[in-house]
């Protein structure tokens, strides 16, 4: 079993940056691809960013291209999503996702292929 835990989530104003993080609470993850997932009140929950557990192939949703960043940092176990310029339309419940079963090198974009799920952080952006 795999937990995740996200954290960084806050209130700030429109055009502010926010800075996520999502690490396991234990068990494996270091090697897996590591998907963000967002959901907004009365929205279905939908694809941000995903890494591969290299590091390498990252892939972003069009609307968070260019103001967003994933990354890792192997040796602290920790993902991070960099949120830049949020508009108000960002405002979401974050989630970070694994899928252990599924290659590692790929990163994968559904929600149906996740796993495991952190319990979410929440973002709000006043506009």
């Known amino acids: 079993q795999v937990h995740l835990v996200e954290s960084g989530g806050g209130l700030v104003q429109a055009g502010a940056s926010l800075s996520l993080s999502c690490a396991p609470s234990?068990?494996?993850?270091?090697?897996?691809?590591v998907t963000w997932f967002r959901q907004a009140p009365g929205k279905e929950r939908e694809f941000v960013a995903g890494?591969?557990?290299?590091?390498?192939?990252?892939r972003y949703a069009d609307y968070v291209k260019g103001r967003f960043t994933i990354s890792r940092d192997n040796a602290r176990n920790t993902v991070y999503l960099q949120m830049d310029n949020l508009k108000p339309e960002d405002a979401a419940v974050y989630y970070c996702?694994?899928?252990?079963?599924?290659?590692?090198?790929?990163?994968?974009?559904?929600?149906?292929?996740?796993?495991?799920w952190g319990q979410g952080t929440q973002v709000t952006v006043s506009s």
């Open positions: 996702a694994v899928t252990p079963r599924l290659p590692a090198g790929v990163v994968h974009t559904t929600e149906s292929e996740m796993d495991y």
């Open positions: 234990g068990g494996i993850f270091i090697s897996n691809a």
């Open positions: 890494i591969s557990w290299t590091g390498g192939g990252a």
